[in-house]
């Protein structure tokens, strides 16, 4: 079946060159983001210093959640719509497209309007101290504002690729990484808006990717497009019912999303507590790192969910398999890679955030490379955490990232660093992995290859 989907043939096309011909732009566009991330983070390091740092890594986690929104959304309509993609029925794939988009901005929304009500208790609540308040407020303050657009564009990227237009959905990306750079330039350094000005360029930049979102399912459409909903009754239980269930599918990586939310919560009052506001600009060098780890694992799930949940609609158990060994190969390779990067270059990687003359820099250039033993483990879970929720099994995928991102995170952060010292603290995430990994091994957590989905 090709619906004129860029010529993409998910029923009979070799499951490893659609993945590749998914994976090349969703990649770039992966990358536009890690580099945004990475320069991001060295402007504001080198232009306010290390107390703006730490005061990203206090609002970071309330972006996290927002961004959960998106995802969830995002993944959990994809697979509702991939599977009624599989079966002709492209009205009911319309309207879920629809749905989502409603659902994702009117959740999005109300949290951004609490958040603005409530920005220092906000800031407080994260684990930030008096001196930082005024600061983490000020950067929160404007993400919140261009956040509705942000998340539109996240949910948007993983629609637009279903619809067999991943280079569009790449450009959304890099049009937004560019801008915020040259943004982010532009604002800390000649206007000197400092911390603000950061968040303005994200929340400028983001918001023109919403807005090319809006704009290729306004005009440039292949077959999923928007449909114009009713406002009966009926029509706005069953709205209700297909929101639930898109939710439920991507709950898990909502989950996942807030889990680095958790990990970064739980760092920073850890690191608070041991090392102080420079423990937690260390920190925030890890937690720049983290989301570069979990994007280069999600592209491989954003590649290869449309392959995995058609052919769970039509219940292919040989194609199921041969993706799921494709994953968990590529999987493996990212993460050795990324992993060795990280403890071989911690001193590169610490200085592109940090001043050598800080004291955070010290802390985290001996820290970064504990960190760094638990990528491998990072990339493995998030892949087949990814692969459950394409296969409608979300309770599976729910407990596993409960598991990593908060039964066994936030023990591990209060018990290392009393038997390990300094060296624990840094060794609370990987640990965490690790023992998640360990119980998905030992328990053989592996989907029904033989099974229908039931979406809505």
Known sequence: MKDNRDAIDFANEPVGHIFRQLLVP??????SVVILNLTDGAFVGHGTGANGLAAINIAAPIFNILS????????????????????????????NVTQAFIGCLGITILCCALILCNLADTCRLFGSSETLVPLASGYLKWISIGSPLMILHMTGTFLIRLDGSPGYAMATSIVGTVLNIFLDWLFIFPL???????????????GIAGLMVVWYFVSLPRTIKLYRLKFSVKSLRLTLRNLGYQMKMGFSAMLGEIAVCGAVIAGNYIFAHYLGDEGVAAYSVACYCFPVIFMTANAIVESAQPIVSFAYGVNNAMRLRESRRLMIHWAVGAGLVCGALM????????MLFLDSTEEAYSICVNGLPYFGTGVIFITLNVVIVGYLQSVEQSLKATL??????YILVIPSFILLPRLLGEVGIWLAIPLAEFLTFVIIFCFKVKPRDRNYGQCK
């Open 26 to 31: 969703t990649v770039i566009g992966m990358l």
């Open 68 to 95: 959960g929104i998106g995802i969830m959304f995002g993944i959990g309509s994809s697979i509702v719509i991939s599977i009624h993609l599989s079966r002709r029925e492209i009205k009911a794939a319309n309207i």
């Open 192 to 206: 000197g808006w400092g911390l603000a000005g950061a968040a303005k360029a994200t929340a400028i930049s983001f």
């Open 343 to 350: 403890i071989i270059c911690a001193p590169f990687v610490t």
């Open 400 to 405: 596993l990232t409960l598991l990593r991102g």
